[in-house]
């Protein structure tokens, strides 16, 4: 049996110490890693995924080991676990784009995906140890901190349409997670049944909130996209 999601408060004291060590770390990576030279910029960015890489391997053997590891909960289909498993491998392809499409879709739902868990935190299986605390918070400061410095430092870009892009490709992993959570029961990208923690975008009971999540993540990707090319015109 595994164990239950662990929810932080919104506001809370643990809730604002994380949030504010998670903003300082980012915008100090940040920070350094515009100073380095090319080459040690790329390999300031791969020390990320070299991590997250880590952490990916540990967490699921971790969960084998301790007989927790199951396909109701373990499978990385939720919008988070794929922008990690993108995050892990993106910057080891050959000779990719400046304007891949993995970058993109990496920019976007790992940005929004990994706002949204900081937001309004909730472990799921947590098992307790300050490991796995840990590990969950590196992870979604990966998937957020990896796409921001990959634009900033190492030249990447947002081509115009690309927000659009991500929302159907969010439509297309949505068709396809549907029909896994049926057969197998689970509730991968919470289109099942809501998150535990309480989550102000969350509108109204299933199936309702998934209509006004689509609504919401045009806005919120259009929002970013602005913002991110806003001064690069």
Not at 22 to 31: A, E, K, N, P, S
Not at 70 to 83: A, E, F, G, Y
Request: aromatic share 20%.
């Amino acid at each position: 049996m595994s164990p239950e999601a662990y929810v932080i408060e919104v506001f809370s004291g643990e809730w604002i110490r994380n949030t504010v060590l998670t903003i300082l770390f980012i915008v100090t990576y940040l920070f350094f890693g515009k100073f380095l030279s090319n080459k040690n910029k790329l390999i300031f960015a791969k020390a990320i995924s070299v991590i997250l890489i880590f952490i990916t391997i540990t967490g699921h053997t971790r969960n084998i080991i301790n007989g927790y590891w199951n396909p109701v909960d373990n499978i990385p289909l939720h919008l988070c676990s794929i922008s990690n498993f993108i995050a892990c491998f993106i910057l080891f392809v050959p000779k990719i784009s400046k304007e891949s499409k993995f970058f993109e879709f990496l920019y976007y739902a790992g940005i929004i995906g990994a706002f949204q868990a900081f937001f309004t935190p909730q472990i799921n299986n947590f098992d307790g140890s300050n490991y796995e605390y840990i590990e969950w918070y590196l992870s979604h400061i990966g998937i957020m901190l990896l796409p921001i410095y990959m634009l900033k430092n190492l030249g990447f870009r947002l081509t115009k349409f690309s927000w659009l892009r991500v929302v159907v490709y969010l439509n297309i992993l949505l068709i396809i997670v549907m029909p896994i959570n049926y057969f197998i029961g689970s509730n991968y990208m919470y289109v099942n049944g809501k998150p535990e923690v309480n989550n102000p975008l969350i509108i109204g009971e299933w199936p309702i909130y998934i209509f006004f999540w689509e609504i919401i993540i045009i806005i919120f990707t259009y929002t970013l996209y602005v913002m991110s090319t806003k001064k690069l015109k």
